[in-house]
């Protein structure tokens, strides 16, 4: 029989077979698109000249399409779900603020509460970053207000690598740098007496157990440092060793994690703020505890109706048991694959610096597969870790109908072209990783709401990091994430662009740290 333009029907092959088809004069799926004449098999009038132009793109094509639908099911996380992983991450930080060595350690960080907002003066803060190394000069002025002066160094490979002693001398000798050429110029009425000492504040962002607010013993190393001769000791101590080297006229005052500092900085600026989030090549999460409600600090004399920050470090949720979490093979790929497996379970799913990682391995599947790039040579995507997360950004960004964005990347990169179809394809399996990512972090956003009882009256979320940052939507499909957990009371939870924790938190820190201990409160500790 013929094929009508529109309907089913079948034809005979030359072979003997039968074969039946069904036809739409409109494309059955947005995704992929494929050219009309080969959708719309009406087109032609002879059934044998039809079979031998199905092209291949159009077979490919359809496959994309059944994988997009195969993968919109391995990322999608419904509301029930959602809630179901909350309540774990829930027992999880409640089993750290129990006893010590837990998978998420909730850290006390000796920060108690929260600033007044009439914090004053003039203090120091150093960061020692990924990159580089900020040494900051805050003005505090009250009422949420500040100045900052800062300058940065950059570390070399060598630096980060070497004797651990080395790495904070040349710390120190930044920080001299810094007070010699600028501080000298007269910024401000900043004036040191003599035998005076500068309160400072040391932003290291790398887990650490701490005693007190001016002591941490570095657990290990994170974020490509290896500094010999450091894990296993107090870093605190050995800055101050490099202050007194260089005789600086400063105290280390506080040793703060960059969350820590971006929960403080965000509430003097903005008091609803209750909770701070980083959601970029790591993630983590701090908020203000009871002390009351950590058992693991009964007898250390600390009055239970005060208030302590929390440094969560819950990138660690899940870790090693994998019961909670929805990961897929690709996830699993990712971290047997990493240089700490089975740990960090959380920021791999959620983190900048894994997104990309988990794109790549299934596009380099649908390679293996026949599905994507027939023909080409795709050795350049066969590297792990060779698709950044900026890349997926860019994908979802792309404004133009021939997604140009997504060519160029591929073309300049990778040295492959793609089809309209791939392309597509491409975008939306972005939008399925970023979006999972967002929904995964509403979820440990609400578990500490829901444990602190912060949904009634509302608060914000002080957030930072590149994915929050910069990633399309990210923001959007956290809140979306917070609605389908908690309803329309989920609205009352805001996210906001966090201060800078790493200079101004640092300061304010240092500020509230020398006021408690100038009043005699907790000075042990």
């Avoid at 399409?65 to 829930?90: G, Y």
């Avoid at 790398?206 to 490509?224: A, F, N, S």
């Avoid at 996830?331 to 790549?360: C, H, M, T, W």
């Amino acid at each position: 029989m013929v094929l009508s333009r529109r309907g089913s029907g079948s034809i005979t092959l030359p072979s003997g077979q039968t074969l039946a088809m069904h036809t739409r004069t409109h494309e059955e799926d947005v995704l992929p698109h494929a050219t009309k004449k080969y959708v719309a098999f009406g087109f032609y009038e002879d059934p044998v000249r039809l079979i031998s132009e199905i092209s291949l793109p159009v077979m490919i094509a359809r496959t994309m399409s059944d994988h997009l639908r195969r993968l919109e099911t391995l990322f999608t996380l419904t509301p029930q779900r959602m809630r179901i992983i909350v309540e774990a991450f829930k027992d999880t930080l409640e089993a750290g603020l129990e006893k010590p060595d837990q998978i998420v350690p909730m850290f006390p960080t000796y920060v108690f509460g929260w600033p007044t907002g009439k914090e004053h003066g003039e203090f120091l803060a150093v960061d020692l970053g990924g990159t580089n190394l900020r040494v900051c000069l805050v003005t505090v002025q009250g009422d949420g207000k500040f100045e900052m002066t800062q300058s940065k160094y950059r570390l070399t490979e060598e630096q980060k690598q070497e004797d651990g002693q080395k790495l904070f001398d040349f710390c120190a000798e930044c920080l001299k740098t810094f007070i010699d050429n600028s501080l000298s110029e007269g910024h401000g009425q900043f004036q040191v007496a003599e035998g005076q000492k500068i309160p400072l504040g040391f932003t290291f962002s790398y887990p650490c157990l701490q005693e007190r607010i001016d002591h941490g013993v570095l657990i290990r190393w994170t974020k490509g440092f290896g500094a010999a001769n450091t894990e296993g000791r107090d870093v605190a101590a050995m800055f101050r060793e490099s202050l007194e080297k260089y005789k600086l006229p400063v105290e280390l005052t506080a040793l703060i994690n960059d969350t820590t500092g971006t929960l403080i900085a965000s509430h003097y600026v903005d008091p609803r703020t209750k909770i701070a989030c980083i959601f970029g090549t790591g993630c983590n999460a701090a908020y203000m505890e009871h002390v009351k409600d950590i058992p693991k600090l009964n007898g250390l004399g600390i009055d239970g109706s005060a208030d302590i920050a929390i440094n969560c470090e819950w990138g660690a949720f899940d870790s090693f048991e994998h019961e909670h979490l929805p990961r897929t093979k690709y996830d699993i790929i990712v971290d047997e694959s990493s240089n700490k497996p089975g740990e960090q379970a959380f920021e791999k799913l959620i983190s900048g610096r894994y997104l990309g990682e988990v794109l790549r391995l299934i596009i380099c599947e649908l390679i293996d597969e026949g599905v994507l790039f027939l023909g080409q040579n795709t050795y350049k995507l066969e590297n792990p870790y060779v698709f950044d997360t900026a890349f997926l950004s860019l994908m979802e960004s792309d404004p133009t109908d021939e997604l140009l964005m997504i060519i160029g990347i591929f073309s300049h990169f990778f040295a492959v072209e793609t089809t309209l179809a791939e392309r597509q394809f491409f975008r939306a399996l972005a939008k399925l990783i970023g979006r999972r990512a967002a929904r995964l972090s509403a979820c440990g956003i609400a578990a500490i709401v829901s444990k602190m009882g912060y949904l009634e009256e509302g608060c914000v979320v002080g957030a930072d990091g590149s994915l929050y940052n910069k990633y399309p939507g990210f923001a959007d499909r956290i809140h979306e994430g917070l609605f389908d957990i908690f309803g329309e009371r989920g609205r009352n939870i805001i996210t906001k662009h966090a201060e800078d924790g790493s200079g101004v938190g640092s300061a304010i820190i240092a500020s509230m740290t020398k006021k408690r201990k100038d009043d005699g409160l907790y000075p042990n500790v």
